[in-house]
């Protein structure tokens, strides 16, 4: 086999970007769309060829193309690296992203810009995968800006409406913050390491068993800067609630299984650093576990159908975050994983409900629709179910595992376990909520979104709000509602079945598995020549005694109290379900009264701790008055502006004395002719230009 | 002596010179300036001949006075040039122009005064004459080129004079 | 007595600067036009003067070429200013100054 051309996976979508970015305009929609998907078909195919012939190759493969930097002191190529974790990375992107891809071409059929967002989607896969290929921390830096790049132009995609263009600056910008600590940890490891490469950072780190805390707790919280606020977590998440405003399928990819991944891809890719710095792990499990949690507690009153996913997804990328601080690396990986099937399940499902009631968003005006829609129906429960972790399906499996290997880290311990338990539950009751207001009870749609499409049955207005809000989905009033088209419900199905089966391969020990996921990742997580583990290092750094440099003997693991954890994490989903089915089927009235009676705590959670408004005010505001008043006013127009004018008025002050000189006037061209000769004759007198020899050769 | 009398001769001619070269500048009417420059290139001739250059002076005599200053005459008496009106003269002219001349002047006397011992003298008689076949020698052989580029040159201003003068009809 | 070649050349300096004056005051253009002239010659007093130090002929060859040039220099001019004289009907050197910024 004679190279595996991992170069060709990123750059078939670059291709497709630029087929359909330059030309789309002017092609049919059917060709955008081939297009579209042969260029994301085809890096799957390559990714599966690989995935074939993986065992064959001698691990990790890089694929050298040039150089990038080439100085004596430092250098930086163009390469890619191909391990476990790239390889797991590229199947979940290609994968989902072109099931992704197949579902846009039926959602957004009739749009405007059909070329645009396929161009910009496949731009997408190119930046992402060259994020996940990357062989070092530069090109991963060049992945990671340009997926925040189309995550912009994705989310502005209609944008002639004003709150999604906002909405795409709040993302660029936010994540700007975060790339700013992802730089100053680049310029930090090539001072203290002098490479960029991934595996020779690792193996530095391997070399040297007494290096930690310091210079790498340093890199190590800049670069969960970075991965906070691509991950969307405490204090970088805010953008991706506003997020919503871009196409669901835009929210399926990027905002749920791909870009906001990066983050947790880059802390664990970068583990051996993480290791040696136990407070900035320290950091990353606490934030984590207060993202879950916070993000968890305002996902449960929120009436935007999506807005309730972002949540769920800032919520989800917290237990990633939370396992990545107990060193569960392979772990966070897993619910990586699994969490891609099923949010992206579930977002989709969202975007077939929505294009199902016409555009309607607020479950408050949904209901009943499990009659209408029943293959959206049935693919959104199994995600629901998922996603609350019952089992067997994929979100029980690695859910269970990070809250297992969370209660036994020393790094998290049965207070941060209390809190993923708690988060577990409030998201299984939040996940039904919607469930409930979505797909049961009765239709409360008001008479436009009920009319079939491009019809406004004015006669019939009064009679259908007559009787929208009393009968439990009149068949003759809601004859509107419809299914999606298959290239809509095809990937669905596919999702459904992954969200079901695809945790089955890392079924733990304690339930009869043999944990095939992490034994697979394991010579990324655990390899020879990957320094002592966590638990060794702060083990050591605890008792004083010297790092370790080898592995310890496999950890005896305790399958009792494993099994006992797994029962609680599974009762608080049922816990969560019960309530929801208590609050929104058998008592509907119950909520709005429980709202009332808390009002501040309610309008509290509504509004997200108002953390966006107190941001504005913090941040946003000194800086635009700093920019208005002082850059723009003071600098820009006083200083480059005056100094502009000084110059000006210097040159055309010149100007019009030399302009004197060209009076029209020949005796004065004359005049100045006389003195120029003689000045230039008294010059050369007195030696200037050339050399008068005064006496005879 | 004979020669004591390079020395009148140059001084009687060199005065001639600067006489008519004053002429020129001193006279209101073109046709005044012109015959004194006649004057003064016919001087000059006389002092070619002093300092060995028999072609040279010939050839000023028939090309410059002969030719150039009768050209000269007939473009005056063709255009009717009457005398110099007392128009405003140019500022920058007598500001700038005056100082600049006088300083010109000075200069240059100065330098060449200061360095009249190393110069020497000028000696006609031995191989200090310069015939025509020494000229021509050199011009025909060694600057055949120049030679021939200047007679296309000559070719170029008659076209241009030519069509310059002529009346648009 | 032999006269000193620095004679000639302070001779030719004070003619050259007389042709310069002349240029800056007359204000008929032909006038100033034969001060250009008479500043040429000067200039070929020079290098006779000088060639004879030298005892070089390229002097001389140099003054034929200055006369040569110089002669055809008078023609085009002269016949520009002719067709100055027809467009302006004027000889004043003053008056000639369209190319004013």
Same mark, same amino acid.
């Given at each position: 086999?004679?190279?595996?051309?991992?170069?060709?996976?990123?750059?078939?979508?670059?291709?497709?970007?630029?087929?359909?970015?330059?030309?789309?305009?002017?092609?049919?929609?059917?060709?955008?769309?081939?297009?579209?998907?042969?260029?994301?078909?085809?890096?799957?195919?390559?990714?599966?060829?690989?995935?074939?012939?993986?065992?064959?190759?001698?691990?990790?493969?890089?694929?050298?193309?040039?150089?990038?930097?080439?100085?004596?002191?430092?250098?930086?190529?163009?390469?890619?690296?191909?391990?476990?974790?790239?390889?797991?990375?590229?199947?979940?992107?290609?994968?989902?992203?072109?099931?992704?891809?197949?579902?846009?071409?039926?959602?957004?059929?009739?749009?405007?810009?059909?070329?645009?967002?396929?161009?910009?989607?496949?731009?997408?896969?190119?930046?992402?995968?060259?994020?996940?290929?990357?062989?070092?921390?530069?090109?991963?830096?060049?992945?990671?800006?340009?997926?925040?790049?189309?995550?912009?132009?994705?989310?502005?995609?209609?944008?002639?409406?004003?709150?999604?263009?906002?909405?795409?600056?709040?993302?660029?910008?936010?994540?700007?913050?975060?790339?700013?600590?992802?730089?100053?940890?680049?310029?930090?490891?090539?001072?203290?390491?002098?490479?960029?490469?991934?595996?020779?950072?690792?193996?530095?780190?391997?070399?040297?068993?007494?290096?930690?805390?310091?210079?790498?707790?340093?890199?190590?919280?800049?670069?969960?800067?970075?991965?906070?606020?691509?991950?969307?977590?405490?204090?970088?998440?805010?953008?991706?609630?506003?997020?919503?405003?871009?196409?669901?399928?835009?929210?399926?990819?990027?905002?749920?299984?791909?870009?906001?991944?990066?983050?947790?891809?880059?802390?664990?890719?970068?583990?051996?650093?993480?290791?040696?710095?136990?407070?900035?792990?320290?950091?990353?499990?606490?934030?984590?576990?207060?993202?879950?949690?916070?993000?968890?507690?305002?996902?449960?009153?929120?009436?935007?159908?999506?807005?309730?996913?972002?949540?769920?997804?800032?919520?989800?990328?917290?237990?990633?975050?939370?396992?990545?601080?107990?060193?569960?690396?392979?772990?966070?990986?897993?619910?990586?994983?699994?969490?891609?099937?099923?949010?992206?399940?579930?977002?989709?499902?969202?975007?077939?409900?929505?294009?199902?009631?016409?555009?309607?968003?607020?479950?408050?005006?949904?209901?009943?629709?499990?009659?209408?829609?029943?293959?959206?129906?049935?693919?959104?429960?199994?995600?629901?179910?998922?996603?609350?972790?019952?089992?067997?399906?994929?979100?029980?499996?690695?859910?269970?595992?990070?809250?297992?290997?969370?209660?036994?880290?020393?790094?998290?311990?049965?207070?941060?376990?209390?809190?993923?338990?708690?988060?577990?539950?409030?998201?299984?009751?939040?996940?039904?909520?919607?469930?409930?207001?979505?797909?049961?009870?009765?239709?409360?749609?008001?008479?436009?979104?009920?009319?079939?499409?491009?019809?406004?049955?004015?006669?019939?207005?009064?009679?259908?709000?007559?009787?929208?809000?009393?009968?439990?989905?009149?068949?003759?009033?809601?004859?509107?509602?419809?299914?999606?088209?298959?290239?809509?419900?095809?990937?669905?199905?596919?999702?459904?079945?992954?969200?079901?089966?695809?945790?089955?391969?890392?079924?733990?020990?304690?339930?009869?598995?043999?944990?095939?996921?992490?034994?697979?990742?394991?010579?990324?997580?655990?390899?020879?020549?990957?320094?002592?583990?966590?638990?060794?290092?702060?083990?050591?750094?605890?008792?004083?005694?010297?790092?370790?440099?080898?592995?310890?003997?496999?950890?005896?693991?305790?399958?009792?109290?494993?099994?006992?954890?797994?029962?609680?994490?599974?009762?608080?989903?049922?816990?969560?379900?019960?309530?929801?089915?208590?609050?929104?089927?058998?008592?509907?009235?119950?909520?709005?009264?429980?709202?009332?009676?808390?009002?501040?705590?309610?309008?509290?959670?509504?509004?997200?701790?108002?953390?966006?408004?107190?941001?504005?005010?913090?941040?946003?505001?000194?800086?635009?008055?700093?920019?208005?008043?002082?850059?723009?006013?003071?600098?820009?127009?006083?200083?480059?502006?005056?100094?502009?004018?000084?110059?000006?008025?210097?040159?055309?002050?010149?100007?019009?004395?030399?302009?004197?000189?060209?009076?029209?006037?020949?005796?004065?061209?004359?005049?100045?002719?006389?003195?120029?000769?003689?000045?230039?004759?008294?010059?050369?007198?007195?030696?200037?230009?050339?050399?008068?020899?005064?006496?005879?050769? | 002596?004979?020669?004591?009398?390079?020395?009148?001769?140059?001084?009687?001619?060199?005065?001639?010179?600067?006489?008519?070269?004053?002429?020129?500048?001193?006279?209101?009417?073109?046709?005044?300036?012109?015959?004194?420059?006649?004057?003064?290139?016919?001087?000059?001739?006389?002092?070619?001949?002093? @300092? %060995?250059?028999?072609? !040279?002076?010939?050839?000023?005599?028939?090309?410059? #006075?002969?030719?150039?200053? $009768? *050209? /000269?005459?007939?473009?005056?008496?063709?255009?009717?040039?009457?005398?110099?009106?007392?128009?405003?003269?140019?500022?920058?002219?007598?500001?700038?122009?005056?100082?600049?001349?006088?300083?010109?002047?000075?200069?240059?006397?100065?330098?060449?005064?200061?360095?009249?011992?190393? @110069? %020497?003298?000028?000696? !006609?008689?031995?191989?200090?004459?310069?015939?025509? #076949?020494?000229?021509?020698? $050199? *011009? /025909?052989?060694?600057?055949?080129?120049?030679?021939?580029?200047?007679?296309?040159?000559?070719?170029?201003?008659?076209?241009?004079?030519?069509?310059?003068?002529?009346?648009?009809? | 007595?032999?006269?000193?070649?620095?004679?000639?050349?302070?001779?030719?300096?004070?003619?050259?600067?007389?042709?310069?004056?002349?240029?800056?005051?007359?204000?008929?253009?032909?006038?100033?036009?034969?001060?250009?002239?008479?500043?040429?010659?000067?200039?070929?007093?020079?290098?006779?003067?000088?060639?004879?130090?030298?005892?070089?002929?390229?002097?001389?060859?140099?003054?034929?070429?200055?006369?040569?040039?110089?002669?055809?220099?008078?023609?085009?001019?002269?016949?520009?200013?002719?067709?100055?004289?027809?467009?302006?009907?004027?000889?004043?050197?003053?008056?000639?100054?369209?190319?004013?910024?």
């Amino acid at each position: 086999m004679n190279g595996l051309h991992l170069w060709l996976i990123p750059i078939l979508p670059l291709a497709g970007f630029l087929l359909n970015g330059l030309l789309g305009h002017r092609l049919p929609k059917a060709l955008v769309s081939t297009n579209a998907l042969l260029f994301t078909a085809a890096p799957f195919l390559l990714v599966l060829h690989v995935y074939t012939s993986f065992s064959a190759l001698s691990l990790p493969y890089i694929e050298r193309h040039s150089a990038w930097i080439a100085t004596s002191a430092f250098h930086a190529d163009f390469a890619f690296a191909l391990d476990q974790l790239t390889l797991v990375m590229l199947l979940i992107v290609t994968g989902v992203g072109f099931l992704i891809h197949v579902y846009s071409v039926g959602y957004m059929a009739h749009e405007e810009g059909y070329w645009r967002f396929f161009a910009y989607l496949n731009l997408f896969m190119f930046f992402m995968l060259t994020l996940v290929l990357a062989e070092n921390f530069l090109l991963m830096f060049v992945g990671w800006e340009g997926v925040g790049l189309a995550s912009y132009l994705l989310i502005g995609f209609y944008f002639k409406k004003h709150s999604a263009v906002r909405a795409g600056i709040k993302a660029f910008v936010v994540n700007r913050i975060g790339d700013f600590g992802f730089l100053l940890a680049m310029f930090l490891l090539i001072i203290h390491f002098g490479t960029l490469s991934f595996s020779e950072v690792t193996s530095q780190i391997a070399q040297h068993p007494d290096w930690h805390g310091g210079v790498l707790t340093a890199i190590a919280l800049l670069l969960v800067l970075g991965a906070t606020g691509k991950s969307a977590q405490i204090p970088l998440y805010i953008w991706l609630p506003d997020a919503m405003e871009g196409p669901t399928p835009v929210s399926a990819l990027i905002h749920a299984a791909t870009m906001v991944t990066a983050g947790v891809y880059m802390v664990v890719r970068t583990h051996a650093l993480f290791d040696r710095a136990p407070l900035a792990l320290t950091v990353v499990a606490v934030i984590g576990a207060a993202t879950a949690f916070f993000a968890a507690t305002v996902g449960i009153v929120q009436t935007d159908i999506k807005r309730v996913l972002a949540y769920s997804t800032i919520s989800q990328l917290g237990y990633m975050f939370l396992a990545c601080g107990a060193a569960a690396y392979s772990a966070a990986i897993f619910h990586l994983l699994t969490h891609a099937f099923f949010k992206a399940l579930l977002f989709l499902a969202a975007g077939s409900v929505i294009h199902a009631v016409g555009g309607e968003q607020d479950m408050r005006l949904m209901g009943g629709l499990r009659r209408y829609i029943p293959v959206t129906f049935w693919t959104m429960t199994m995600a629901v179910f998922a996603i609350s972790g019952f089992p067997p399906f994929a979100g029980f499996f690695s859910k269970d595992e990070i809250l297992a290997e969370v209660f036994r880290s020393p790094n998290g311990g049965p207070l941060l376990w209390t809190v993923g338990v708690v988060t577990a539950a409030i998201t299984s009751f939040y996940m039904f909520r919607l469930w409930y207001l979505t797909f049961f009870g009765r239709l409360r749609l008001p008479s436009e979104a009920a009319a079939p499409h491009g019809a406004p049955p004015a006669a019939l207005d009064d009679q259908l709000v007559a009787t929208a809000h009393s009968i439990d989905g009149h068949p003759a009033q809601a004859h509107g509602i419809h299914e999606s088209p298959w290239s809509m419900l095809l990937p669905l199905v596919l999702l459904a079945f992954l969200s079901f089966t695809g945790g089955w391969i890392g079924i733990p020990h304690a339930l009869g598995g043999s944990d095939r996921f992490a034994h697979f990742l394991d010579p990324v997580t655990h390899g020879t020549g990957v320094p002592a583990s966590f638990e060794q290092v702060s083990i050591a750094m605890r008792t004083g005694a010297p790092i370790p440099t080898t592995e310890p003997p496999t950890k005896p693991e305790d399958p009792q109290t494993e099994r006992v954890l797994t029962g609680c994490s599974v009762l608080a989903a049922l816990l969560g379900w019960l309530l929801a089915d208590t609050l929104y089927r058998r008592k509907p009235q119950l909520p709005a009264r429980m709202a009332a009676s808390s009002r501040m705590l309610y309008g509290l959670v509504l509004n997200k701790y108002w953390i966006d408004e107190v941001y504005a005010f913090l941040v946003v505001k000194p800086i635009l008055v700093i920019s208005r008043y002082i850059l723009w006013g003071g600098f820009d127009r006083g200083v480059v502006g005056g100094g502009n004018r000084v110059l000006a008025g210097a040159a055309q002050g010149a100007g019009s004395v030399l302009r004197r000189i060209q009076s029209g006037n020949i005796r004065s061209y004359a005049g100045w002719l006389a003195i120029g000769a003689a000045a230039i004759l008294l010059l050369s007198f007195f030696g200037f230009g050339t050399h008068i020899h005064m006496g005879v050769r | 002596m004979a020669f004591g009398m390079y020395l009148v001769i140059f001084f009687i001619f060199g005065a001639l010179c600067i006489a008519g070269a004053l002429n020129l500048l001193l006279q209101r009417h073109p046709i005044n300036s012109a015959l004194s420059l006649i004057v003064v290139m016919t001087s000059l001739a006389v002092l070619y001949l002093l @300092l %060995g250059a028999e072609f !040279l002076a010939a050839a000023q005599i028939i090309v410059y #006075s002969g030719a150039v200053m $009768v *050209l /000269f005459t007939f473009v005056i008496m063709l255009l009717n040039a009457g005398e110099e009106e007392r128009t405003r003269g140019s500022r920058a002219a007598y500001l700038v122009g005056f100082p600049g001349v006088a300083a010109l002047l000075g200069i240059l006397t100065y330098i060449f005064l200061s360095v009249r011992a190393p @110069l %020497g003298n000028a000696q !006609l008689g031995g191989g200090t004459l310069v015939t025509t #076949s020494d000229l021509s020698r $050199v *011009l /025909f052989r060694d600057l055949l080129l120049p030679f021939e580029v200047t007679s296309v040159l000559i070719l170029v201003a008659i076209l241009g004079a030519v069509a310059l003068a002529r009346k648009d009809s | 007595m032999f006269v000193p070649i620095a004679y000639y050349l302070v001779l030719s300096a004070i003619l050259f600067t007389i042709g310069v004056a002349a240029f800056l005051i007359k204000r008929n253009i032909i006038t100033v036009f034969m001060s250009i002239e008479l500043m040429l010659n000067a200039v070929n007093l020079t290098f006779v003067a000088f060639a004879h130090q030298w005892h070089q002929v390229s002097g001389q060859i140099f003054v034929f070429f200055v006369m040569v040039v110089a002669a055809a220099e008078a023609a085009v001019g002269l016949a520009i200013i002719i067709a100055i004289f027809r467009a302006r009907s004027t000889l004043n050197v003053d008056q000639v100054n369209l190319m004013k910024l």
